[in-house]
């Protein structure tokens, strides 16, 4: 849990920089996959984005979160490019929100930790003080 935590942390901390310093750019929807089954539901992007240096940046299937999905079901898209940052493309439009996810994924994860961590805590105590009820004999009346 503790290494989800920091990863989440991480991936809000990057997406953010790149949303604030990135270089402004307009990128080609290649291809939109949503996926619309009960049992797996995803959306992904390829994007070809043409930079101002002439070079072009290409993106095959990058991940989007089923709920924005919609939101890039467009043939060209606002986005934020830091080439060599550990996120490299952050779609405008949507970008504040996967901030606010990975955000609000990072604090649920700490809340598992600490709530795990407590009752873990709390059971050993009880082992410690009182011995494992597994092995305890019933008492005769």
């Known amino acids: ?23 402004d750019a307009m990128a080609e929807v290649t291809r ?3 996926v619309d089954r009960q049992d797996v539901t ?5 994007l070809r984005i043409p930079m101002p240096d002439g070079s072009v940046l290409v993106r ?8 924005l999905s ?4 467009k043939e060209s898209l606002a986005v934020r490019v830091a080439p060599g940052a550990a996120q490299e493309i952050v779609i405008t439009e949507i970008g504040a929100t996967q901030v606010r996810i990975a955000a609000i994924n990072a604090g649920m994860s700490l809340i598992g930790f600490l709530v795990f961590g407590t009752g873990l805590f709390a059971w050993n105590r009880y082992l410690k003080q ?3 009820p597994a092995l305890a004999t019933p008492e005769e009346d």
């Not at 995803?42 to 390829?46: A, L, Q």
């Open 42 to 46: 995803h959306g992904e992007v390829s």
């Open 60 to 67: 095959e299937k990058m991940a989007l979160p089923y709920s």
């Open 70 to 73: 919609y939101a890039v079901e």
């Open 130 to 132: 009182k011995g494992d």
């Open 1 to 23: 849990m503790f290494f989800l935590i920091f990863n989440q942390v991480k991936v809000a901390f990057d997406l953010n920089k790149t949303l604030k310093e990135g270089q």
């Open 32 to 34: 939109y996959n949503r």
